[in-house]
C-alpha cells in the first residue's frame, strides 16, 4: 500500500457520501412538474377612492418544487376625485435550492 492510496480513498468517499446520504429528496410540491396559472382581480372604494386591479401570475416548477419560475404582472388604476392613476407592475423570481450535503464535525 502506498501513501496515495489513504488519500485516493478518502478523497473517493468524500466524493460518494453524499449520493448514499439518507435519501431524502427535496419534495414541495406532490407533482414531478407543473404550470399554475392564477388570475388577480380585485376592486375597492374607500371615500371617494376608487382601485381596480387586474393581472395574472404564473407558477412553474420541475423537480418538485426544487426548481421554480414566479411571475405576476398587474395593472392597477386607481382614481381619486377624477384624477386617474395606472401603475403597472412586472416581477419574476427564480428560485434554485441548492443540494443540502451531510453535516460534517471535526473539519
Avoid: W
Avoid at 371617494?48 to 416548477?61: A, E
Avoid at 386617474?84 to 451531510?102: F, G, N, S
Amino acid at each position: 500500500m502506498t501513501a496515495r492510496t489513504p488519500l485516493i480513498f478518502i478523497a473517493a468517499l468524500v466524493t460518494l457520501s453524499p449520493l448514499y446520504g439518507e435519501g431524502k429528496t427535496y419534495k414541495k410540491y406532490l407533482v414531478k412538474s407543473g404550470k399554475v396559472t392564477y388570475s388577480i382581480q380585485g376592486s375597492g372604494n374607500i371615500m371617494g377612492t376608487t382601485q381596480k386591479v387586474k393581472g395574472q401570475k404564473r407558477l412553474i416548477f420541475d423537480k418538485y418544487g426544487f426548481r421554480e419560475l414566479t411571475e405576476e404582472a398587474t395593472v392597477s388604476k386607481m382614481n381619486i376625485f377624477g384624477n386617474e392613476k395606472v401603475d403597472k407592475t412586472h416581477q419574476m423570481t427564480l428560485l434554485c435550492r441548492a443540494e443540502a450535503l451531510p453535516h460534517r464535525t471535526g473539519l
